[in-house]
């Protein structure tokens, strides 16, 4: 397959970011950007990595074959991932991932004959708290049970796009794997949508409660733009030096290497009781054959009688 010119710019960028002698630290996000255009880690996604950076296929693949989210054969547009570990298992996500399989068709991995639904188990969706879970193409689904997944599969087979429990805006997994290799949702609204859930929010809750939260913060505020959150820590970064404390004045200085020279770091002499007459007495009475009393040692009753 050849990759598209939009592709081939965006690769460019993406290898820009790292040092020229790291540039292979650019694969994952490469994957995640031929994956945006074929929907899966083809062959030819391979190649066209090794290509741009100077890699060998094998390479190449070593990392697309060991993490699951690179996909290696064609993908429906919307992965429907449920989580079967143990947590959501025990609350009902086997249930819930059953329903969906029988409805669709599909097992673990397989993708609807009209090319729209991939469904897969997942072992872990890190969302324990709102188990059970299910996620569209990363979005998540909380506290599902089997009807209510259903009806989100349903009205995804009928076109629409329903609105994730929190998080982002729902899309594709092509239009995902471009925010995954590093590139802006362009869609309108798509980063300000939706929020965070309360289970998330109960440290800060609490942290509120007990005074130790930061002042005016709230947790939904609409993510900034990257030109927004430059400027604000450009300006935070100004103020920081503002602020910074001037240099100690010069009695201090003083004071400090006066106390510094007063107690000086600890020697590796000998301890105190260690003296070396002590010693030098000690292995004398050993070559004599007498204790320090005069007595002889293999006379241990004092009887005068050896042992």
């Known amino acids: 397959m050849s990759f598209s010119e939009t592709t081939r710019v965006r690769a460019r960028e993406i290898i820009a970011r790292y040092p020229a002698d790291r540039s292979r630290s650019a694969l994952l996000p490469l994957l995640h950007l031929v994956q945006s255009e074929e929907g899966y880690v083809s062959p030819a996604g391979v190649e066209f990595c090794a290509e741009v950076l100077g890699l060998n296929k094998a390479q190449v693949g070593a990392v697309a074959t060991f993490y699951t989210m690179y996909k290696r054969k064609p993908t429906g547009d919307y992965l429907v991932s449920v989580c079967t570990n143990t947590m959501c298992d025990m609350l009902g996500g086997q249930a819930v991932y059953d329903t969906l399989a029988e409805h669709l068709g599909v097992g673990h991995e397989e993708t609807t004959a009209d090319g729209k639904i991939t469904l897969e188990h997942a072992e872990c969706l890190a969302a324990c708290d709102y188990g059970p879970v299910m996620t569209v193409n990363y ?45 802006a949702d362009e869609r309108d609204g798509a980063v300000a949508d939706g929020g965070p859930g309360e289970p ?106 050896r042992k």
């Open 200 to 305: 998330s929010l109960r440290g800060l809750r609490l942290a509120e409660q007990h005074g130790i939260s930061v002042p005016g913060f709230d947790p939904r505020t609409p993510i900034r733009s990257k030109a927004e959150a430059d400027r604000a820590a450009a300006e935070a970064k100004a103020k920081a030096e503002a602020e910074k404390p001037a240099p100690a004045p010069r009695d201090a200085r003083a004071a400090e290497a006066a106390g510094a020279a007063a107690n000086p770091p600890a020697g590796d002499r000998k301890p105190a009781g260690d003296a070396a007459g002590a010693q030098e007495r000690n292995l004398k009475d050993a070559e004599t054959g007498t204790d320090a009393d005069g007595a002889d040692p293999a006379d241990a009753n004092g009887t005068g009688v």
């Open 139 to 183: 979005d998540f689904f909380d506290n599902v049970e089997p009807q209510g997944a259903l009806g989100v599969v349903q009205e995804l087979q009928a076109g629409g796009r329903p609105m994730p429990t929190r998080g982002a805006r729902l899309c594709t997994l092509k239009e995902m794997a471009v925010q995954l290799a590093g590139f």
